[in-house]
């Protein structure tokens, strides 16, 4: 990727030069991952479109059950989707990107594991000219009481294809203790371990699922702003934030950009990455979401780059 000047571009809003700069995506779903035209182009019409504001996790889980699902679950729809997603993120110069696959992505494929190992090799290999994809195996915390859904991970593991893991979905669906067998197993496969806790508050709830799961990141993980105590220990920890601004905004976790609590964990020494979480739903890429760090006044252009740097330095898995 040649050279560009991250700083000018931001301060010129120059969005060609800011796209064109070399960027992480670290927190992104695959399922969720494409921008919403490209999801209409393939099924021929309009998609209803989700409301700016939703009330958490339950009012955007309505939106995806009841519109998006519907129009992508078939092995085609979700091929689509998540090649058009990694296709996105290079267009955006995205050179790094962690991509989650839900583990229910095996329903799609009638020789189960075998044929997802096949698809996301095939991925890899195709765009790995353009882009580093480090699939991710991403797991729904509402299924934690599923003992065939946690066999299956277990299996998935053994694939060699994840180079991290992710928990996800209700805070509350599961405790971080019911998927401990899980991580141990991913850590003693060399992959990097991660979670979303710390989505909507609770920063203490953040350093104990880091505690039990060993975790190396957190996704989210902004209720770390409530506590200088938290931030200090994530800060000595060297446990990084893959924070993603537009969908705390959108989701109500945070009430706007301009007061992002990202600020106030950078400021504490808390290492945080910018990334886009479902460009589907929230609809900005991580140029977009610089940008709108720069614009609202939140860091310096020189923070940003600072930021990008140090995400795209960060990469030793
Ligand atoms: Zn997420």
Redesign the pocket.
């Known amino acids: 990727m040649k050279h560009t000047n991250f700083i000018d571009a931001l301060s010129t809003d120059n969005m060609d030069a800011i796209k064109a700069a070399s960027k992480t995506d670290l927190?992104s779903?695959a399922f969720l991952s494409t921008k919403i035209e490209n999801l209409e182009h393939w099924v021929g019409h309009s998609v209803t479109k989700p409301p700016e504001r939703m009330n958490g996790l339950e009012e955007m889980m309505e939106y995806v059950i009841t519109v998006l699902a519907p129009l992508q679950k078939s092995r085609e729809g979700f091929e689509f989707v998540s090649s058009s997603g990694v296709n996105d993120a290079i267009q955006d110069g995205v050179v790094e990107l962690e991509m989650s696959f839900d583990i229910m992505m095996t329903r799609f494929y009638p020789d189960g594991l075998a044929g997802v190992k096949t698809y996301i090799e095939d991925l890899v290999k195709r765009y790995k000219p353009q882009i580093n994809l480090r699939p991710e195996l991403g797991f729904p915390r509402i299924h934690a009481n599923d003992p065939k859904l946690m066999k299956l991970a277990h299996e998935a593991i053994e694939l060699g294809v994840f180079k991290s893991i992710d928990l996800?979905s209700y805070q509350e669906a599961c405790s971080p203790e019911a998927v401990q067998s899980l991580y141990a197993k991913a850590r003693a496969s060399g992959m990097k371990l991660k979670a979303?806790v710390g989505e909507f508050g609770g920063a203490e709830e953040i350093r104990r699922t880091v505690e039990v799961l060993d975790l190396d990141e957190v996704?989210?993980g902004i209720a770390a702003a409530e506590s200088v105590e938290i931030m200090q220990w994530l800060s000595e920890n060297h446990i990084q934030l893959n924070v993603?601004p537009t969908?705390n905004v959108m989701l109500g976790g945070v009430k706007d950009i301009a007061s992002h609590p990202i600020r106030i964990l950078y400021d504490h020494g808390v290492r945080v990455t910018i990334n886009t979480?479902?460009l589907m739903i929230f609809d900005q890429t991580v140029s977009n979401e610089y940008r709108n760090l720069y614009k609202a006044g939140v860091f310096s252009a020189q923070e940003l780059d600072d930021i990008r740097c140090a995400s795209l330095k960060g990469d030793v898995w």
């Open positions: 927190h779903h996800y979303h996704q989210h993603c969908s979480d479902d």
